[in-house]
């Protein structure tokens, strides 16, 4: 018999029904039967303490993980059984039937049913906090480049894509010149400071303003601005390098050609084929360095220097006759670029009119690609009016006459046509329709069809709008025509920006 009240029982270690024991112990001490919920009705997330936001529907594994969470005590009993109650959706209640057991008196195991109820309350999560107050921020990144064209913008843009870099931004603006990234905190702006010193070459200067002071608690809240500016030389473009710099990079020729832009700028001699990388610490010196030099009365270069033209100053020259140049007969340079191929070109400048009757020869790097009747840029330096520094310092005979940039592959309108596949955008005023930026974002796309290192890290995705390549097509014979599934495997995709692996992308 049950010592207390007397009821029959099966024989048990505490000699207590079931009823008794209850009344003697609350296994379920501790466990608080009302808690608080924190949901976001803008995006449709709970909080899960400290600050992290799950998305999770009514009656769903996520929803109950995170009631489960809110409880304290749990940690002391033995969990058997979980789930929900019915409330209706506007109740703004959510109700959770619990079944927990616990070793009581004389090893007696003792198991109980409760139902614990959710009070839903509403509070704007993080993320949507920074939309919705565009104008709040705490740190600035401005980043800029002076160039007449945003081709370095589109390519930073899907790196940036491609990485993620933009997670946690609160606004993008796009200025005349460059970009503003704006973050709620300091250590996300030094996040994409840090991103952009290891894709491109720049530099950056930091600043701070005072926003607001408390004396009393010694507390100062400041709005931080991280100024970056990228090297304003960029893919295509001609450089004359000051004397003591090119001395340092090799003796390579102060007349270069820049044919890629990584973390560092890609320099090659169009004359001898000899290579040569500058970063951005190189670029840019200290002027405190420049003070100390003077007061030693030493010399030292200085920095930066401008490019000589770019892609919009260049001309159209027909290839008359090529010859390639054997290896023996080549200067000996190094280190030299074996992608490349040294030939003597014969060329004659296209007009409206026609050819021009006036001739030129000269030394080209892309020897591989030229055939006698193909198109290529080039500038012309004896019909040029220029205004640079470095270019005086050099010895008319080392100026050669025209430097070849780079072959012209077919109709651009007809290549767009064919053109299959296309990139996603990170800010929409960055490709407003005018002629300018049009212009620049299809010779942005022509780069990346013709080199295959520039657009390894460049997520593509297919235009299902564009018609179908016809692989049989031999109307443009040379042109850089990459399917689609070709530039996908070499990328070796498996995430793109918004989450969705390689298969999506296809799809």
């Known amino acids: 018999l049950c010592c207390q009240c007397g009821t029959q029982i099966e024989p048990n270690p505490s000699n207590m029904c079931v009823s008794c024991i209850r009344t003697q112990v609350d296994i379920t001490e501790g466990i608080p039967k009302q808690a608080v919920l924190y ?31 809110k409880m304290k005590g749990l940690n002391k009993v033995r969990l058997v059984d979980a789930g929900f109650i019915w409330t209706e959706p506007h109740s703004m209640r959510i109700k959770v039937k619990l079944t927990v057991q616990k070793e009581v008196m004389n090893n007696a195991v003792l198991e109980q049913v409760f139902v614990v109820e959710f009070t839903v309350n509403n509070q704007m999560c993080d993320d949507c906090h920074r939309v919705e107050a565009k104008d709040f921020w705490r740190a600035v990144v401005q980043i800029r480049q002076k160039t007449d064209h945003k081709k370095t913008f589109y390519y930073l843009e899907q790196l940036i894509l491609k990485h993620k870099a933009h997670a ?17 905190q300091k250590q996300d702006a030094r996040k994409m400071v840090d991103f952009l010193l290891q ?3 720049c530099k950056y200067q930091t600043a701070q303003e005072l926003v ?11 709005k931080h601005t991280f100024s970056v500016e990228i090297i304003p030389v960029c893919k295509d473009n001609i450089v004359c390098l000051p004397p003591k710099l090119a001395m340092s990079l090799g003796n390579i020729s102060p007349l270069c050609v820049c044919h890629r832009v990584t973390q560092s700028v890609h320099l090659i001699d169009p004359c001898t084929l000899q290579v040569a990388e500058l970063n951005g610490t190189s670029y840019w010196r200290h002027p405190f360095q420049a003070v ?22 260049l001309s159209e020259f027909m290839v008359i006759d090529i010859e390639v140049i054997p290896d023996r007969e080549r200067p000996h340079r190094t280190p030299v670029s074996t992608k490349h191929v040294l030939a003597n070109v014969w060329l004659a400048k296209l007009t409206n009119t026609g050819l021009s009757e006036q001739q030129f020869f000269t030394k ?13 840029l080039g500038f012309d330096f004896v019909n040029a009016n220029l205004n640079n520094a470095q270019l005086e310092k050099m010895k008319p005979e ?9 072959k012209v592959f077919g109709d651009k309108a007809k290549r767009n046509k064919r053109r299959r596949w296309k990139l996603r955008h990170l800010h929409d005023d960055l490709h407003l329709e005018t002629s300018s930026n049009e212009r620049d974002y299809t010779d942005f796309l022509e780069d990346l069809e013709e080199d295959n290192v520039y657009r390894e890290h460049v997520n593509i995705y297919k235009d299902a709008a564009k018609i179908a390549v016809d692989q049989n097509d031999t109307d443009d014979e040379g042109l ?28």
């Not at 946690?168 to 709620?184: E, M, S």
């Not at 399917?483 to 296809?506: C, I, K, V």
Request: aromatic content about 8%.
């Open 364 to 376: 080209t790097h892309i020897g591989h690609l030229l055939n006698a009747g193909d198109t290529v």
């Open 39 to 69: 949901f976001c009705r803008n995006c449709e997330r709970y909080l899960q303490p400290p600050n992290h936001w799950i998305p999770a529907a009514l009656e769903s594994r996520e929803l109950l993980s995170v009631c489960l969470k």
């Open 480 to 507: 850089p025509q990459i399917s689609l599934q070709e530039m996908l495997d070499d990328l070796h995709l498996e995430e793109d920006a918004t989450g969705a692996d390689g298969a999506d992308m296809l799809e």
């Open 292 to 313: 100390l030099a003077e007061m030693n009365g030493t010399s030292y270069w200085r920095h930066p220097f401008q490019a000589v033209c770019s892609p919009k100053h």
């Open 212 to 222: 607001t002071h408390d004396p009393r608690n010694n507390v100062y809240t400041y």
């Open 168 to 184: 946690n931004t609160v606004n993008i603006k796009i200025v005349h010149d460059g970009i503003d990234f704006y973050y709620a």
């Open 199 to 201: 894709v491109v070459p």
């Open 398 to 406: 080392a100026i050669p006459d025209v430097v070849i940039v780079k």
